[in-house]
């Protein structure tokens, strides 16, 4: 028994009938069994009614003249029985190859770790279901709440912006684009799919749609819409052929059913980005964009969030008498939660140093006060610092936070402080401050453990790469402190943020004396 399995690129054949297990229309699905939008269940792909004639078949194991013997009176009766028996048996092959293909892809959807990989996968699986070497993809959710993009297979960003160009009232999917848009009131129903098996040589195809495939060389197009239950519909998949062609109706029923599990993959993905966006948004408007400028002092700032974005913070603020505090610090947890209480602990610490700025102890005691009160189970790190510009002081108290890093031409070395618990973590916070006098042309660093985790292996570890990082710095990168930032992150961290699998926030203070 054996029958075609259906090829990873499947060919494109000219127009047939659908075979039996085909002829349910592709947005007539079944819950899966594991009920998350799964592969195709057994009544999705094959007529599993067609096995009965299986039951029809005379035994055809008796001896010389039994009815259903080859040779014997029911011999023409056996040939047929036997036929159905095969025909049977290869509908069931074939079922079976289309639940593992449906299966593995499906698999390769679920391990897609971002919104954009979750797409091209989409994309490319689809290709391979319906014979297409080239494709795009609009996303664009109906409730208008974005993100809104395109994404390609086999097609340059020229391709791409070559498409956006034809009216997407020029055909019935303008271009196969418009499928993703709303539905007008009143309006006709989008069918679920479109085909242009010969854009070339159809009339109702518009002059630039005709362009356009001309420039690219396509021949044929295919489209589907991606619609999620819970979302509604997310946007539109097209398929392209190099000449004339139509994928056959066991091709477009499997990329109906895995369309159908595929959205909603894609609506979580897509809830998921929409929830990070709107925590980094939030995180940004909780931070200053600018730093401001005091006499004798310049700043520089570095804030690189995590995939999850994390609670980190940074702060400087001209207090009373031209001093100016600055900080940095971070909240446990990640997401919306934490940017929110990132940006209340943030303004606490604020009103604080306005208050008793002089005294960084008292600054983190009041604040250690208030994170007990309001914020019960949570913890924090912080380091302020009260800096005088005029008589080159430097008063500084830390809860959990990295010791400051100060780097010269003549010297580089980190500032002694205290080891003390997080803000939280005891009962009573208390712990005492430090001094430093920078010399002229020194920087004071101020970082979260984030910059140390990044970059590979235990903080101490991370310690003296970022000493090596800061001593090696260049002349000019010590003149200027967003040089040096710059010069610093590039050491420490050369591959970016993505080189590590963690979740933590960076951020790199520094305050240069002229």
């Known amino acids: 028994m054996s029958a075609a399995r259906l090829p990873k690129v499947a060919e494109i054949s000219s127009p047939s009938a659908a075979p039996p297990h085909t002829l349910r ?278 804030h690189l969030s995590g995939p999850r974005g994390g609670g980190d913070w940074y702060d400087a603020t001209v207090l009373p008498e031209g001093a100016l505090g600055v900080s940095v610090g971070g909240v446990t947890g990640s997401g919306p939660g934490a940017a929110g209480a990132m940006g209340r602990l943030r303004a606490a610490l604020r009103a604080y140093a306005v208050q008793e700025g002089e005294d960084p102890v008292a600054v983190l005691s009041d604040l250690e006060l208030l994170l007990r009160v309001t914020e019960p189970g949570r913890c924090a790190t912080a380091l302020f610092a009260h800096v005088d510009p005029e008589r080159r002081r430097v008063a500084l108290a830390g809860a959990g936070s990295c010791p400051p890093l100060l780097v010269g031409e003549y010297r580089t070395e980190y500032v002694e402080t205290s080891l003390s618990a997080p803000l939280g973590m005891l009962s009573c916070w208390e712990a005492p401050g430090a001094e430093v006098e920078p010399a002229p042309g020194e920087t004071l660093l101020l970082y979260t453990d984030g910059l140390l985790h990044r970059g590979g292996g235990s903080p101490d570890r991370g310690s003296a790469r970022l000493y090596q990082a800061a001593a090696g710095a260049s002349r000019a990168a010590r003149e200027d402190p967003e040089q040096l930032c710059d010069h610093v992150l590039r050491t420490m961290l050369p591959d970016g943020l993505d080189t590590l699998d963690t979740t933590e926030d960076v951020v790199l203070l520094a305050v240069r004396f002229d």
């Open 25 to 302: 229309p592709a947005t007539e699905t079944a819950p899966s069994a594991a009920g998350h939008g799964g592969p195709a269940d057994v009544a999705d792909v094959a007529d599993v009614a067609d096995v009965a004639d299986v039951a029809d078949v005379a035994d055809t194991t008796g001896g010389a003249g039994t009815p259903g013997t080859p040779g014997g009176p029911g011999a023409t009766g056996s040939t047929g029985a036997v036929g159905r028996i095969v025909a049977a048996q290869d509908r069931l092959a074939t079922w079976l190859s289309d639940l593992t293909t449906l299966h593995e892809l499906t698999g390769l959807l679920a391990a897609a770790d971002s919104l954009d990989a979750a797409l091209r996968e989409v994309l490319r699986a689809g290709a391979l279901l319906v014979g297409a070497g080239r494709g795009l993809m609009v996303l664009e959710p109906s409730d208008g709440r974005g993100p809104e993009t395109v994404v390609g297979l086999g097609l340059t960003h020229a391709d791409l912006g070559a498409f956006e160009t034809v009216p997407r009232d020029a055909s019935p999917h303008g271009l196969l684009l418009a499928v993703a848009g709303e539905v007008p009131a009143g309006g006709p129903v989008r069918p679920a799919e479109l085909l242009h098996p010969d854009l070339s040589g159809e009339e109702t195809t518009p002059p630039r749609l005709h362009e356009v495939a001309r420039v690219l060389g396509a021949g044929a197009a295919y489209s589907r819409r991606l619609t999620s239950r819970s979302a509604g519909d997310l946007g539109a998949l097209v398929w392209l052929y190099d000449g004339p062609a139509e994928p056959d109706g066991r091709m477009r029923h499997l990329a109906g059913l895995y369309c159908d599990r595929a959205a909603e993959h894609v609506a979580r993905h897509l809830e998921l980005s929409r929830s990070l966006s709107g925590a980094a948004a939030l995180r940004e408007e909780f931070l200053p964009s600018r730093l401001p400028r005091v006499r004798g002092v310049r700043t520089a700032v570095r």
